[in-house]
């Protein structure tokens, strides 16, 4: 059965403290890995696709990558409008099997 | 570009009445339409997957009767919740794919139904 699961549930950084997210899969045939911001009350925003084990991909302060067992997303120096929920996602057959999120919150 | 847009934003209703919800793709085609439920501090859970000029596909647990999909053009999918309940609460989110990439799907902002 696929299945992702992220950690932490929720990550609590000051202004400026690196930190990583992480995504661990598993999925029969994987067709790509999603990351996605969502703040509360909105729709996923859309962030990054990574197709094969040893990919990254970079958008200003954030960069993820890929094995063939998890991906991490790395914000490096993050500021208080980074805070929102991060969303993993696999796709093995034709539909997305979403993680439960990280809450990540950035304290000025 | 990967616009996708729902209407209304949040609507509340009486218990027994319908509601229908509107996911469109504003900048690209999609041939395939995707239906979430997000309950507070939980993740989106798929409903259905809907195919442009055909019958939508349900996930286990979902009622198709209650959760009625049509998915009529290449821009347009909607979501009527028939017969509305209390339980029926919650932030419904549409995704659409475009017709040249298989993978990537793009959200839309989400609708906020509150039955009463």
């Known amino acids: 059965e696929d299945q992702v699961t992220q950690s932490p549930e929720a990550l609590r950084l000051q202004e400026g403290e690196s930190s990583s997210l992480n995504c661990s899969y598993t999925?029969?045939?994987?067709?790509?890995l999603f990351w996605y911001r969502q703040d509360p009350g909105k729709g996923p925003e859309f962030l990054f696709t990574l197709y094969s084990a040893g990919e990254e991909k970079e958008k200003e302060r954030l960069k993820a990558t890929l094995t063939k067992k998890e991906s991490f997303l790395h914000i490096t120096a993050p500021k208080p409008e980074d805070s929102a929920t991060y969303l993993c996602a696999v796709q093995g057959g034709g539909k997305l099997i979403f993680g439960q999120g990280t809450e990540l919150s950035v304290k000025p | 570009g990967a616009v996708v847009s729902q209407h209304p934003s949040w609507v509340i209703c009486k218990s027994g009445t319908s509601v229908k919800i509107e996911c469109r793709s504003l900048d690209f085609q999609a041939t395939t339409m995707f239906w979430y439920r997000q309950f507070p501090k939980q993740s989106l859970m798929l409903m259905a997957t809907?195919?442009?000029?055909?019958?939508?596909?349900?996930e286990q647990g979902v009622e198709k009767d209650k959760f009625l999909i049509n998915h009529a053009s290449l821009t347009l999918s909607t979501l009527t919740v028939t017969s509305a309940h209390p339980e029926d609460s919650s932030f419904y989110i549409c995704?659409?794919?475009?017709?040249?990439?298989?993978?990537?799907?793009?959200f839309g902002p989400g609708t906020r139904l509150t039955v009463l």
């Open positions: 809907s195919n442009e000029g055909s019958k939508a596909t349900y």
């Open positions: 995704s659409a794919r475009e017709s040249s990439s298989y993978n990537e799907q793009f």
């Open positions: 999925v029969s045939g994987l067709r790509g």
